[in-house]
């Protein structure tokens, strides 16, 4: 237990500097510093900066996929079989999305996933192949029931846009704040956000 706890400090510590700074002007002595261990203790562990940032990417996969999980099971379950069923299905999964988005916990992960969405390296890989690809997949099947009439590209790119709707409370959230004139995206002005994008995309879902 000690173990564990003493690699999540270092990988907490490794996220910060990570998201902000980027992998090469990261420091693993800052990291060491940050996190309150010896330099040693990030190769023991992790075997050095590489191996840290690649057990970065993997407990960012965890996480969100930890978020998606009880959805993902349910749906996988339960198949939807109709095309309301079916627009329910992807709503909830945007819904589920944007909620992460707003929650504070996500920052740290995102700038992270953001550089590496900018300059994909083999983390990256890991990080779409264990969540986000199931999460993408998932929607884009749905819409093939919701959607019946769409081919497959067309359903792929408005895949694309809904999500592109959550992302933008993260990695826009001043702008956001700012446009709706809020020190900071509280609570109230959150369901706000989230009523108008369930409702915009429920428009995107029944459009001929």
Do not use: W
């Not at 075997?47 to 996480?63: E, P, R, S, T």
């Not at 504070?104 to 779409?128: G, L, M, W």
């Amino acid at each position: 237990m000690a173990n564990q706890d003493l690699s999540q400090r270092i990988m907490l510590a490794a996220l910060d500097q990570f998201g902000r700074l980027g992998f090469d002007a990261a420091s693993t002595r800052d990291i060491a510093k940050a996190s309150g261990v010896a330099m040693s203790s990030i190769t023991y562990h992790f075997g050095g900066k590489q191996g840290l940032y690649l057990a970065c990417a993997d407990h960012i996969a965890v996480v969100i996929g930890g978020v998606h999980a009880p959805l993902m099971e349910a749906l996988k379950a339960y198949p939807p079989e109709t095309v309301e069923a079916a627009r329910e299905g992807v709503l909830a999964l945007l819904e589920n999305f944007a909620r992460f988005m707003l929650a504070p916990e996500s920052q740290i992960h995102c700038q992270f996933i953001v550089r590496e969405q900018q300059h994909p390296t083999e983390a990256f890989e890991r990080i779409y192949e264990h969540v986000m690809r199931p999460v993408l997949e998932t929607a884009t099947a749905l819409l093939a029931i919701a959607l019946p009439d769409r081919d497959e590209r067309a359903r792929r790119a408005l895949v694309t846009n809904l999500i592109g709707m959550s992302i933008v409370l993260r990695i826009a959230r001043a702008t956001v704040a700012r446009v709706m004139q809020v020190d900071d995206i509280d609570e109230p002005t959150g369901a706000l956000l989230i009523a108008t994008l369930r409702a915009s995309a429920q428009t995107l879902l029944t459009q001929e």
